[in-house]
Structures are given as C-alpha cells and as structure tokens.
Nanobody
C-alpha cells in the first residue's frame, strides 16, 4: 500500500525558512512526478513546485520562484521543499502528490504558518 507522509511544517516568522519533507512507502519517487501543493483557508489548492521522475526537472509557481527549491533524495526516497524568505501569504497546508499515470497519491498535509 502506498503512503506519503509530509513533515517539517510549523510556525515561522516572516523572512524565516522551513524545509518540508515528503517520504514514501510503496513507490519510488524516482519513477514518479512529485509535486508540492498548498491550500490556504478559503482558497483552492495551488500547485507550488514539481520535480519530474526522469531527469529531475523542476518547475515553480511564479510566487515562489527564487525562494523555494524542490529536490529529491533517491537514497532516502524523499522529496524536500526548501522554503526561504517565507511570507505571510505562504501560510497554508502543504501537500505532496506523486503521479505515475494513471495513478496518483497524496499525503495528509503539513501546516505551515508564517506569522509575526
């Protein structure tokens, strides 16, 4: 059975940093496209960053470019989201998603709160 587990969320002040991790069991991230999404209260879920399985190409939503970095550790079967210079607008529940068509799997989410 596939399970994705996010960790690393928390409370941080504006300008601070957090590193989110998504670990997997039952699948290999290197064979999947993995994305981080976020959902703020009252808003739709938003795609934040993606890393492809083959080649490890990365893409980001414009609002996080230059601040967030998605990466993959194949030895640990983990995908990270390094978030720097966090802003109030980054407050959300962050989810990881693994896709290998036609299958997709989601984690349960981790809360990130940016507040002074």
């Amino acid at each position: 059975q596939v399970q994705l587990v996010e960790s690393g969320g928390g409370l941080v002040q504006p300008g601070g940093s957090l590193r989110l991790s998504c670990s997997a069991s039952g699948l290999f991230f290197s064979s999947n496209t993995v994305s981080w999404y976020r959902q703020a209260p009252g808003k739709e879920r938003e795609l934040v960053a993606t890393i492809t399985g083959i080649g490890g190409s990365t893409t980001y939503v414009d609002s996080v470019k230059g601040r967030f970095t998605i990466s993959r550790d194949d030895a640990k079967n983990t995908v990270h989201l390094q978030m720097n210079n966090l802003q109030l607008s980054d407050t959300a529940v962050y989810y990881c998603r693994a896709i290998r068509w036609p299958l997709q799997h989601w984690g349960q989410g981790t809360q990130v709160t940016v507040s002074s």
